[in-house]
């Protein structure tokens, strides 16, 4: 009774009985997320732990604030399902644009163009709650666009377009995502309308851009020397994102046609079988992608307004689009821990 009669305890104690309930319960049914923080600090990390015991990796989201240039972060403990969080980073972190993350060497990282100038920063976090700010890149690192982030044979590679010409790409790397090195040109690319999105497929490191708003890709098998790759007739709609995962060997790559999202696989990123519409959703900025090694979850900024949505891909299904948590002007990131 004495658990009961303390609030904190309460919350929390509500708070494992939903997980609880959700685990136990064996359709995929699309829940939605929580419409405030979610409780304390404290609460979350039970939910979290709650959730890595349970034998899933949690998803985790971070974004922009809808009228600040915070960072925040959620996370979802049951594939996606149910979010908690909607947190403010609280180590200074800014960003006018999208922040890009990765979960690289025991710790989360994430990359983002800061507020005041063009430079990239970075911040990192063991438990992805407590942030320290690690500051610039240290290697000259700049851009005006959203950059991409992805771990590729013990190193994190973050890829960007240039400052000046705002279509060449740009790479940075890191051994433990602290220091870094690099920023380096490795393509020059006229009449480029898209932030390059990285993808890792046999052992090679592939890198989307759009030429003529087409997709086409360069690849490299250490991160060095870089080669032409595949060329797609998939049309980007301008200066719009695409985004991919890798799921056991089949490449899901989502864009927009007129603020609609569709998806294409493919096994060899030669060849590409499109899928159609995404149902119901819609959004004005770039989607987000990522897999835990079962379940796909797509993210995305809900068309005309703040909301982050998600659909799920589970059981080789999508599922009914719903709501997360967290409000945003810009595309949120999401990742797999």
């Known amino acids: ?5 303390n609030t904190s305890h309460y919350s929390l104690y509500c708070l494992l009985l939903l997980i609880g309930l959700l685990y136990s319960c064996q ?24 959730g890595l015991r349970s034998g899933t990796s949690p998803f985790w989201c971070f974004y922009k604030g809808k009228s600040s240039d915070r960072i925040y972060y959620s996370f979802s403990p049951d594939r996606g399902k149910t979010w908690f969080g909607n947190k403010d980073l609280e180590n200074g972190s800014r960003t006018t644009y ?10 989360f990282v994430i990359v983002y163009k800061n507020e005041n100038d063009n430079r990239l920063y970075h911040a990192y976090s063991k438990n992805g709650t407590d942030w320290k700010n690690g500051g610039a890149l240290g290697n000259g690192a700049k851009t005006r666009n959203t950059p991409s982030l992805i771990p590729f044979k013990k190193k994190l590679y973050s890829f960007y377009k240039g ?10 790397y890191s051994d433990d995502g602290k220091e870094w090195d690099g920023n380096v040109k490795i393509k020059s690319i006229d009449f480029a309308t898209m932030s ?9 490191l592939y890198v989307a851009y759009s030429k003529n708003r087409k997709v086409r890709f360069i690849y490299s098998k250490d991160g060095k020397k870089w080669h032409d790759g595949p060329r797609t007739d998939i049309k980007t709609e301008k200066n719009r994102d695409i985004a991919m995962t890798n799921l056991n060997g089949r490449v899901f790559l989502a864009y927009t046609k007129n603020d609609q999202l569709y998806l294409a696989t493919s096994q060899d990123m030669k060849h590409w079988t499109r899928h159609g519409k995404i149902k119901n959703a819609k959004t004005d900025m770039q989607p987000t992608l990522s897999n835990n090694g079962k379940d796909i979850i797509l993210m995305y900024k809900e068309k005309d307004g703040s909301e982050i949505r998600r659909v ?8 009914s689009d719903g709501k997360a948590i ?12």
């Open 1 to 5: 009774m004495n658990l009961l009669k």
């Open 27 to 50: 359709d995929p049914v699309t829940l939605d997320g929580q419409e405030n923080g979610g409780g304390t600090d404290a609460t979350l990390k039970k939910v979290q732990d709650t």
């Open 98 to 107: 999208s922040p890009a993350a990765a979960y690289f060497d025991d710790k």
């Open 163 to 172: 400052e000046s010409s705002r279509t060449d790409i740009w790479e940075s």
């Open 196 to 204: 390059p999105v990285p993808v890792v497929k046999n052992r090679k």
């Open 312 to 319: 799920l891909y589970t059981d080789a299904h999508w599922h």
């Open 326 to 337: 967290g409000k945003t002007k810009k595309r949120p990131f999401v990742i797999c821990q």
